[in-house]
Structure formats: structure tokens, C-alpha cells
């Protein structure tokens, strides 16, 4: 490491009191600094030499950084820790962090990172799947399941092969889902510091502080209670910001050498780099039906491009596969899923990890079995939804399911029995239905202990702070643990005081992700609201004479059921507690119920319950050019219960409006520079003025239905709303080109240049569609073999490796 002019440090008793530092000497410098980092030009080298010489003799260079001085590696899941802060010996894509330079400003900064020599040799660049599949060697990582591919997953769930002989109709498809990122208005940013006590403090705009503090103190060697991580009000997540990153661990050592706060901001094409964003993944499905429509088993392929790194990369294969069975019947089940690594910046979770794209290929492809079977789309699934309190094929615990009364919903709303199949040429509607978690049922790294903890503290003036590790991230989360909080003790939202997202000042919630929080910290909230509750009941009743149980909790006053005039006020009955059991503060806390599934893999996929969602697309197709616009969208979703209905209502035409930008023209894509630009493999567009997404002029008028049937494993009955209504709009979209000018686009985006081209092979007698032909051949282990519930399984493998 290179420190320049480090100042000593003088801390005087006015300091001690407000927080604050002075320096001694060198008083001319800003009190923060500003750090950088050298990305990789190359997308797949061993990194010869790094030499940052000239880059710290630079006027106003104070720190530079090299992968020596930040070893540790680390990652978000356990079975991933491949990244470093900066790259050691090697760099895997074009972006990967190679040194880091702090400086009094960030002009300075960006000046100094071109003084830095490093030194190249360069490896064979893995630009596909297809690659990585034929390519072992060199391996971009030294662990996986063997080469390149870095999770390889084969399961079965029932006779597969005897389920799909049974069936009068075998249907066999192949779709392709593009990568695409999470494009948050907020970029990337992050502040690191020591506190008085010489403690590290890091500011981050992540969604995930626990996960960020366990990161921190892994890499940089430190114990953990000597670290706080705070979570700043998001501008948009969206799964972009659940892994830590390295920027948030170079900002953290720099701190701790300088003993000054250190900022960085990421630049939009940085943000591009660090990505996490959707996987681009092939899919084939294999079904069986009845004449019916009954499904009588189904195979599913995946082949996920996980780019350089690990992320959540290993749920995020599973996840591909893991939800078919809780939407609609499937009594017999079989899975095989790879992902990949290639030189390329990681994937990772997006809103719906790992779901969307096999929902893509799974609504398309009963859109062709109700048309071979001349059934109207909507009525097959009907026909087919699954059933309320089951365990499906793998394992998967469904309760409340609305999804029936979803359908209804949105084919009504649309007048999808007059319309669908009779609106003139190029105009056309189309149907998809979809299910999600209400948040996973165990957490990243296994333990028994609670997903999520609040507690609460009652002051003697009325007022209440609630503390939660909850991630405030734009969903709302902050004003849904305020209003659990309110209903429970009868005041007002005004009057409680919500701490979220520190890991000093708060009790542990694992993150906004997988759609958790609501539940999650909703119960847990209710649980230390009911508990402080049962306290001042206690004390209002001994003075009231009043049974307990008679008491009610409304308009700020705690009083009798059947004489409302006795009672006294909310601040009254704080005080009268603490007379009686002191200082008053009460705890709750949320673990999920023990999955069923006791197969290795049976981690991803149990959730406490599921949310469904269904959704009907209009569509208008110009025949002359391709070019699609979207006038309505009709979407119902099953939210258990609504507790903030603007809320839920912005979380569903959120999703929306992200569906669509996933459907008609967001893309990850790369592109090769020319040989005498050294041939690398770079994103093609990593700006937000090339990589589109929907405006507001693009956005159709939404019908938001919300379906309410209470769950009672949701807080007063509620589900999740904040991923799942995206996930049918995507295939909903596609079924409405195919009812517009009967042409099957069978990817996304689904562009005016693919629709053409499925026209013109149709006009030339070709299939009419655009898509993928094959699936690629691929090693699959033996899978394990799980018998369903209704064979006498008990959720336990057998076979398999």
C-alpha cells in the first residue's frame, strides 16, 4: 500500500461530544476525500505487474490501492466467496477493479487512475455459453461443478419419463430470455469513516446491511461488533444493490488508513459494470397434457450466462426451475439446470430473481397447447391452477392461492371473451399468469436463528421508536413497519419514530430482497407491538378496574369496550406501565416455518406463502414495420391483504412498467472491439442514453385489480406485491403479438426486427416465429430422485449425486 502524508490525529473534548474530528496539521485538505477505481480494459488476463508510482506522486494523491492490500476474498453466498476488492492475478471482465485512488477531490482522483501502469498477459475470452461449455480450459474460476460451468443441477420429482408417455399431447419448446440491468435512478455511492472510538462506519446505498457487514468484516479482517453499516435511502434497488461490492470494501480500508472519511459515486457506466442484473438464459420445456389441458408432467432445461463472478448465482440456477409447480398442477416434475461462468460483469438477482425467464417460456408455451387443444388460453388455466394448502412435487408449501379469482379479474376487466381472437388484423390480446415468494424461507447463510427482529421503545410523552434492520429502498417498507406498529398499539403513524438499515442501532433483518419485508418484519413488528400491548393493558386495568381483555387500543386512548368514556390517553398508560414494570421496551421477532424439503436443493424455492398475479396485454403491431405499442395492461394481483393500497398499487404498475422495458427493448449485450483495439469483448451500450427503457410517454394506461383473501401467515393477512406482478406482463406481451399478426417471438425484447423476420418466414412457408431452434447437449449428473407427496415421498432423495 501507498499512503501519502498521513496527518496525526488530535481529537479534542468538543470532538468527543459532537462526533467530529480536527486535524492538526494539513488543515488545507478537505475533511473528506474522494476515492476512484482502475477498472480492467481486458476482459480475461493474469495481471503481470500493477505499478502505481506515478499515480502517488501526483499533487493531491493521498492513498493507492493494489489487490494486495485487500486479499480477502468474499461473496454473498457462502458457496461463492470468488471476489476481491481488487483483483489480485487476474481480471475477469472488462470492468473488474484493478487498483484504487483516493484524492483531496475526484478530478484529482480520475487524473491519477491514468498514471497507472499495469501489465497484461491475456487468456482465452468465454463470450458465450456455448463457450464456456466447450472450453474447460483456462478455468475463470477454480471451483464450480468442473470447467467453466459454475452450478450444474439435476432433479426429479416423480416418474417424468412415464408421465409424459401417458399424455395425449407432448409439446417441446425452446425460448431465450436476454440479460438485462436493473437501470436504478441512483447510482452507486458510499461514504466510509472512522468514528471517535476508532470504529468503522460505512454509509452505503445497499440493500442489504447485514450482508454488507459480515462482507466488511470477512475481507477486511476485523471484528465484526467494530463495524456499522448504514443503509441510506435508496434511489431504486431492484436486486441491483443485495450483494456487497467492492467499492464499499476499498472505501473501508482506505478509511481506516487515512483516519478520514472517504466517498465514492460510481458513474453510470460503473454501474453497468457492477450489474448483478438479469441472466440471459435458455430454456426447454418439455410438457405432456391430456386432451383437456391437464398437465400430466414436464421437463425443464436451463443454461444460465452468469457472467465473471459467483453473486447469487447458485439460487439464482435453481430459481429457474424451482416455482413451475406452485402455479399450476404438475404431478410430475423434472429439472436440469446450468449456469455458466463467462467474461462478461456478473449476473445476479433482478426484480423476480430467476423467475421471469422460465415464466416467459412456461405461459408462451400453454398459449401453443391451448391452441393445438382449441381452448380458449385463459380457460386452460383455469383448468389447470393449483389448489389452496398443497405441497406440490418438490416440496413446496402453497396456502392462500387467489390466482383463479385473478384470472376472472383481468378477463373481465379486459372483455377478453369479445375481443380476444376477433380485434382486426394487427391489433391482439394476450394472457400470462405467475407466482412469487413472500420472502425465502432460509436465509443466505443457514441458521435457526429469526429472518427478522424489531423493538420497540415507549416514551412517557406518547411517543414510540421502532428499530428494525429493514432496508428502506423506495417500496415503502419504512411506512409498512410504522403502520403494523400503529394498528397494533391505536395511535397514529405520526407518532412513531422508525430507525431502519444499522447494524449498531437496530436488531438483524436479513435485507429488501425476495420480497420479504412485508411479511417478515411485519409479523415481527406485530409481535413486539402485541407484547408492549399486554404491558400497558396490564397497568390500565389495575387502574381502570377493568378487565384486560375488555380494553381496546384506538384514537391514541386506551379504554373499555363497553364504557368508552373510561379509559385514559396512550401517554397515560406508558406511564403507568413504567410505574409498574419499568422502563418499557418490548422485542418481537420472525423465523419462517421448517421447509418440507429435505433434498440437497430444497433450500431455494419455500417461502411462508405465495402471491400470484395475472395479467392481460394489449397489443398494436404495425405489419409493415414491426413496430409494437402497448395501449392498456389488465392486471390482477392476489395480495392476501392490502395494507397500504397506494403502496401496492405503485409496487404493481412498477412492475409493470419494468416488464415492459424487459419486453420490448432492454438488453445486456456485448459486442467485440476491432483486432487493432485488442479484440476485447465490451458492452455494447453501458449508458443510460443507448440501453432503453420505457419513458413515461411509453407507459399504457394500467388496470390494477388487487385480489384480497387474507393469508394468515402474512402480517393482517398480507403477501408479497413488490416482484411478482412483473413476471406475467413479459409472456403476456409475446401471447398478444401472436394474437395480433400470428407470428411467435419466442425471446426477449421482442423487437419491430424480430417480428419482421417471423413474418417473412411465415409468408415464405417457413415456421412462423422468431427464437432459439436447439438446446444445447450438456453432461447432466445423475439427478436426484424425490418422491411427490402423493407417491409416499417424504421429501428425502434417493440416487443422484
Not at 442501532?505 to 412485508?518: H, I
Not at 415481527?524 to 408492549?532: C, D, G, N, T, Y
Not at 392486471?635 to 412498467?657: C, K, M, T
Not at 402474512?714 to 416482484?723: C, D, L, M, R, S
Amino acid at each position: 500500500m501507498n499512503i501519502i502524508g498521513k496527518p496525526r490525529r488530535r481529537v479534542d473534548a468538543r470532538a468527543k461530544v459532537t462526533g467530529q474530528t480536527k486535524f492538526a496539521d494539513d488543515l488545507m485538505l478537505p475533511r473528506m476525500v474522494h476515492c476512484k477505481l482502475l477498472r480492467s480494459p481486458v476482459p480475461h488476463a493474469r495481471i503481470v505487474r500493477v505499478d502505481v508510482s506515478r499515480a502517488r506522486a501526483h499533487p493531491g494523491v493521498l492513498l493507492a490501492l493494489t489487490g494486495a492490500d485487500v486479499p480477502i476474498p468474499y461473496g454473498i453466498l457462502p458457496v461463492s466467496q470468488d471476489e476481491h476488492a481488487l483483483a489480485i492475478d487476474r481480471v475477469r471482465f472488462v470492468g473488474d477493479p484493478v487498483a484504487a485512488i483516493v484524492a483531496r477531490d475526484e478530478l484529482t482522483a480520475f487524473e491519477a487512475l491514468d498514471l497507472i501502469d499495469v501489465e497484461y498477459e491475456p487468456l482465452r475470452t468465454f463470450a458465450s455459453p456455448d463457450d464456456s461449455l466447450a472450453f474447460p480450459e483456462p478455468r475463470i474460476h477454480d471451483y464450480g461443478d468442473g470447467g467453466n460451468i459454475h452450478k450444474i443441477v439435476s432433479l426429479q420429482f416423480g416418474d417424468v419419463e412415464k408421465a409424459l408417455a401417458s399424455a395425449d399431447h407432448v409439446f417441446e419448446d425452446t425460448f431465450f430470455y436476454q440479460g438485462n440491468t436493473h437501470l436504478p435512478i441512483e447510482q452507486h455511492a458510499a461514504v466510509a469513516a472512522k468514528d471517535p472510538d476508532g470504529k468503522l462506519v460505512l454509509w452505503s446505498s445497499t440493500q442489504t446491511p447485514h450482508y454488507v457487514h459480515r462482507a466488511l468484516a470477512k475481507a477486511l479482517a476485523m471484528p465484526a461488533a467494530h463495524i456499522r453499516v448504514i443503509a441510506t435511502p435508496n434511489g431504486g434497488g431492484f436486486g441491483g444493490k443485495s450483494d456487497p461490492f467492492n467499492h464499499e470494501v476499498v472505501i473501508a480500508r482506505a478509511a481506516l488508513l487515512l483516519d478520514r472519511p472517504v466517498k465514492i459515486c460510481l458513474t453510470r457506466e460503473e454501474v453497468f459494470y457492477c450489474h448483478r442484473g438479469r441472466h440471459p438464459v435458455l430454456m426447454q420445456f418439455t410438457t405432456g397434457v391430456k386432451r383437456d389441458g391437464t398437465i400430466t408432467g414436464m421437463h425443464v432445461k436451463t443454461l444460465l450466462d452468469g457472467g465473471a463472478y459467483g453473486s447469487y448465482g447458485v439460487a439464482s440456477t435453481f430459481y429457474t426451475g424451482a416455482l413451475q409447480t406452485v402455479t399450476y398442477h404438475i404431478p410430475a416434475y423434472q429439472f436440469q439446470g446450468c449456469r455458466v461462468f463467462t467474461n462478461k460483469p456478473p449476473c445476479g438477482p433482478k426484480r423476480g430473481h430467476g423467475t421471469p425467464q422460465s415464466r416467459f417460456g412456461q405461459e408462451i408455451q400453454l398459449d401453443k397447447i391451448a391452441e393445438r387443444l382449441a381452448l380458449d388460453p385463459a380457460d386452460l388455466r383455469l383448468r389447470i391452477v393449483e389448489q389452496p394448502d398443497t405441497l406440490t412435487a418438490n416440496y413446496l408449501r402453497v396456502g392462500t392461492i387467489g390466482l383463479s379469482e385473478c384470472i376472472r379479474r383481468v378477463t373481465a376487466s379486459s372483455d377478453w371473451a369479445n375481443r380476444f381472437r376477433k380485434l382486426p388484423h394487427g391489433r391482439g390480446l394476450g394472457i400470462a399468469c405467475s407466482s412469487y415468494l413472500s420472502g425465502a424461507g432460509l436465509p443466505i447463510y443457514w441458521n435457526e436463528m429469526p429472518h427478522s427482529g424489531v423493538q420497540l421503545k415507549l416514551d412517557r410523552s406518547g411517543g414510540v421508536t421502532v428499530f428494525c434492520g429493514a432496508t428502506e429502498i423506495g417500496q415503502g417498507s419504512d411506512d409498512v413497519l410504522v403502520g403494523c406498529v400503529a394498528e397494533i398499539l391505536g395511535i397514529e403513524p405520526i407518532d412513531i419514530r422508525p430507525v431502519t438499515g444499522d447494524t449498531d442501532l437496530t436488531p438483524v433483518d436479513l435485507g429488501s430482497y425476495s420480497s420479504r419485508v412485508t411479511l417478515m418484519m411485519g409479523n415481527a413488528a406485530i409481535q413486539a407491538a402485541e407484547r408492549a400491548r399486554d404491558l400497558l393493558a396490564e397497568a390500565v386495568s389495575r387502574k381502570l378496574q377493568v378487565p384486560k381483555e375488555r380494553l381496546v387500543f384506538a384514537e391514541r386512548r386506551v379504554f373499555d369496550a363497553e364504557q368508552p368514556s373510561t379509559g385514559v390517553g396512550f401517554a397515560e398508560a406508558v406511564c403507568l406501565a413504567e410505574t409498574a414494570f419499568g422502563t418499557i421496551g418490548t422485542t418481537g421477532s420472525y423465523t419462517p416455518p421448517r421447509s418440507a424439503a429435505k433434498f440437497k436443493g430444497g433450500g431455494v424455492g419455500p417461502s411462508p406463502t405465495y402471491s400470484y398475479s395475472a395479467a392481460v396485454v394489449e397489443v398494436d403491431v404495425d405489419p409493415a414495420t414491426g413496430w409494437i405499442h402497448v395501449p392498456r395492461v389488465w392486471i390482477a394481483h392476489d395480495i392476501g391483504r392490502s395494507l397500504n393500497p397506494v403502496l401496492v398499487r405503485g409496487q404493481v404498475e412498477g412492475s409493470v412498467y419494468m416488464a415492459l422495458g424487459e419486453a420490448l427493448m432492454e438488453e445486456q449485450i456485448f459486442r467485440r472491439l476491432p483486432p487493432r483495439l485488442s479484440n476485447a469483448l465490451v458492452h455494447k451500450f453501458p449508458s443510460i442514453l443507448e440501453y432503453k427503457s420505457p419513458t413515461t410517454l411509453d407507459m399504457p394506461e394500467v388496470i390494477t385489480e388487487l385480489v384480497e383473501h387474507p393469508d394468515p401467515r402474512g402480517p393482517f393477512g398480507a403477501k408479497e406485491v413488490g416482484q411478482g406482478p412483473l413476471l406475467p406482463v413479459m409472456p403476456a406481451v409475446a401471447n398478444a403479438v401472436y394474437d395480433a399478426v400470428g407470428v411467435r417471438i419466442d425471446e426477449v425484447p421482442i423487437t419491430p426486427e424480430k417480428i419482421m423476420k417471423a413474418l417473412e418466414a411465415k409468408a415464405a412457408g417457413r415456421p412462423a416465429r422468431y427464437g432459439p431452434t436447439a438446446f444445447p447437449s450438456i453432461e447432466w449428473p445423475e439427478p436426484l430422485h424425490v418422491a411427490p407427496p402423493w407417491e409416499g415421498g417424504n421429501g428425502t432423495a434417493f440416487g443422484g449425486s
